[in-house]
Nanobody, 128 residues
Framework: QVQLVESGGGLVQAGGSLRLSCAASGRTFSSNPMAWFRQAPDKQREFVAA????????YYADSVKGRFTISRDNAKNTVYLQMNSLKPEDTAVYTCAASSGRWTVDAGATIPLRYGYWGQGTQVTVSS
């Protein structure tokens, strides 16, 4: 059974930082793109960041560019999201996703249907 388990969420003041982790089990995703999405209350799920299988290519939503950094450790089958300079509007449930395919990480990485595996999510709350 394939599982993606997120951790690292919590409550932080505006301007603070958090580091999210997503550990995969049941299969390896070392050859596949992975990503983070988020969903705020009463809003649609939105793309945050994606990373290629090697980590060499990343793609970010404009709203987080320059503040968030996605990375991965294939030996640990884990993807990370370092979030700095957090804002109240970053408050959301953050979910990681993994693809079973092999494709170039670009603007197409923002499409949820490209990912076949999803975690349950971790809550991030940023207070003003």
């Amino acid at each position: 059974q394939v599982q993606l388990v997120e951790s690292g969420g919590g409550l932080v003041q505006a301007g603070g930082s958090l580091r999210l982790s997503c550990a995969a089990s049941g299969r390896t995703f070392s050859s596949n793109p992975m990503a983070w999405f988020r969903q705020a209350p009463d809003k649609q799920r939105e793309f945050v960041a994606a990373i290629s299988w090697s980590g060499a290519t990343t793609y970010y939503a404009d709203s987080v560019k320059g503040r968030f950094t996605i990375s991965r450790d294939n030996a640990k089958n884990t993807v990370y999201l370092q979030m700095n300079s957090l804002k109240p509007e970053d408050t959301a449930v953050y979910t990681c996703a993994a693809s079973s395919g092999r494709w170039t990480v670009d603007a197409g990485a923002t499409i949820p249907l490209r990912y076949g595996y999803w975690g349950q999510g971790t809550q991030v709350t940023v207070s003003s």
